[in-house]
């Protein structure tokens, strides 16, 4: 790579990798945050020390029912997020290629978009129960909007050169969408899954904050309600690794999937 | 190869073909009724400035826009029946744009295979056509390449490629090497006429560009603007294979001379 893309002198030579910088900076402001605790002798009830949320986080990954918890946000997280693709991706196209449809429907999306979803929450636990189905919902809904949006301006934003090859060669419908509208929207729908899959994570918690007794929103609540702020914490950390976990899962398909964008480099 | 009908898929003709753009009251009458044929196996320029109907003369031809009035005849097979394209007409033509509008998410075989691919043809017989095909347009070696690696030159070889790769009788260029530099635009006039010395196809290309006319021409068809019409069409005789000094002959320069002069008015 040319010297524009990393720090480097004018000799060319490497001055810091900026990992290392961003690793400097957690360290001080963990630092910060450490002596600040001890030297205040602020209450753990308030605010923990880093050191003590790190050793209790570390207990967690030794505690089966930690796991547990994961596996059931994971799993709800996975298929929110796994129908959310299906219809937003499916229901992207249609509206894309239909513009007059996509202008009928357009109120109603707006409309659907505005409405702060989290507060249905309530109501999907109350039509589909304190089990998974309600979270799953959640999330799916969550998740849907951004994966719609940014499949309908893909397919919108198809090249017109590349619509009249297409044209001149005499494509069939379907060999227009499978051969250049699917591939030509790809970066589009993956940057919509990129917000999706974090909307999808923020779903299946809030789902479990406000019913049922499982998964690791639920493990918040209680550990909350019991005045262990450290746990809380080592929730909020775990939960954040699992989030990242997913992120990076998505962002990292752009580069098997559209290795020719130039958003993969 | 069914050589008895090498001729008939060849020629074109225009009978009485007109285009409108807008409503008829205020449209924009692009093209007033035009009758010609265009004459098979020949390399027919289509010379203009701007607004003079040349791009929608070929664009009638591809069958990218279709006519208000008039027929318009590829291969002696109606191009409009019931206002749909007929797919035999279609089959005879190949298209070459001022973009070369490959697929980005494609290697350059691929892209050169593709309207085979949307044909049906099975993939080890379309990557041996589109091989014999690179070396043919003279990018042998960059089969495996995304266009994006290519130079602008070579990705319009690559698209001439494609534009030949089902073997249509007739290659239809809009200003193909209009947006290409001086030096490699005479290069590819050159190659240009290799490729339809070698290939036998009717070529009918646009270009705003004299000199290219008459380098390239047996007949320039010279139309002029408002509305857009055929003005006359010259025999240009030079010998083939022709190359940039012809020229300097003064032959060359009298039809230079007199096409500026008639694009003056």
């Known amino acids: 790579m040319s010297s524009q893309d990393t720090n480097e002198d004018a000799s060319g030579t490497p001055l810091i990798p900026s990992w290392v910088g961003s690793l400097l900076i957690l360290v001080g402001l963990l630092a910060a945050w450490e002596g600040y605790v001890h030297f205040f002798e602020i209450s753990r009830l308030i605010l923990p020390a880093p050191s003590e949320v790190l050793a209790h986080w570390l207990g967690y990954l030794q505690n089966p029912l930690i796991w547990y918890h994961t596996g059931i946000t994971a799993w709800e997280t996975l298929l929110g997020f796994f129908f959310a693709t299906i219809l937003g991706v499916g229901l992207g196209i249609l509206l894309g290629k239909m513009p007059r449809l996509e202008r009928m429907l357009n109120p109603f999306v707006i409309a659907t978009q505005v409405v702060p979803k989290v507060a249905l929450v309530p109501l999907f636990v109350v039509w589909f129960g304190f089990g998974m189905t309600s979270k799953v919902v959640i999330a799916t809904i969550l998740a849907f909007f951004p994966i719609l949006l940014n499949t309908v301006l893909g397919i919108k934003s198809v090249d017109n050169g590349h619509k009249e090859v297409m044209e001149s060669l005499n494509a069939t419908r379907t060999q227009r969408l499978t051969q250049l509208d699917f591939p030509s929207s790809l970066p589009y729908i993956l940057t919509g899954m990129e917000v999706g899959v974090v909307l999808a994570i923020i779903g299946a918690v809030v789902g479990e904050y406000l019913g049922g007794n499982d998964g690791l929103g639920n493990v918040a609540v209680r550990e909350m309600n019991s005045y262990n702020t450290t746990a809380l914490f080592a929730v909020i950390i775990h939960l954040s690794v699992l989030g990242f976990a997913f992120y990076a899962v998505v962002v990292g398909m752009r580069k098997y999937l559209i290795p020719w964008h130039g958003s993969s480099n | ?265």
Not at chain 2, 4 to 9: S, Y
Not at chain 2, 120 to 125: A, C
Request: aromatic residues 4%; proline residues 5%.
């Open chain 2, 1 to 265: 190869m069914n050589v008895a009908h090498v001729t008939d898929d060849k020629s074109i003709s225009l009978k009485a073909t007109e285009k409108r753009f807008g409503s008829s009251k205020n449209g924009v009458q692009a093209l007033t009724p035009t009758t010609i044929d265009i004459a098979a196996g020949g390399m027919t320029i289509l010379l203009g400035p701007s607004g003079c109907g040349k791009t929608t003369m070929l664009r009638l031809i591809a069958g990218l826009v279709a006519p208000t009035s008039g027929i318009i005849e590829i291969g002696g097979v109606n191009l409009w029946a019931n206002g749909r394209r007929n797919s035999e007409a279609l089959s005879h033509l190949g298209m070459v744009f001022q973009d070369a509008n490959l697929f980005p998410w494609l290697t350059i075989e691929q892209n050169i295979a593709l309207p085979l691919k949307l044909r049906g043809v099975k993939k080890s017989d379309r990557l041996a056509k589109a091989q014999d095909l690179c070396k043919l347009v003279g990018i042998a070696g960059f089969e495996r390449r995304m266009p994006n690696e290519l130079s602008g030159g070579m990705r319009q070889r690559a698209s001439i490629a494609r534009a030949l790769s089902y073997d249509p009788g007739i290659l239809l260029m809009d200003e193909p090497f209009g947006a290409l530099d001086a030096i490699t635009r005479d290069t590819m006039n050159n190659e240009l006429q290799r490729i339809w010395m070698e290939t036998g196809k009717t070529v009918v290309l646009v270009t705003h560009s004299i000199g290219e006319a008459v380098f390239l021409a047996d007949k320039i068809v010279l139309l002029s603007p408002r509305p857009g019409r055929v003005q006359e069409v010259i025999d240009v005789t030079f010998p083939r294979p022709r190359d940039q000094s012809v020229s300097l002959d003064p032959e060359f320069q009298r039809i230079a001379t007199y096409l500026r002069d008639k694009l003056d008015h």
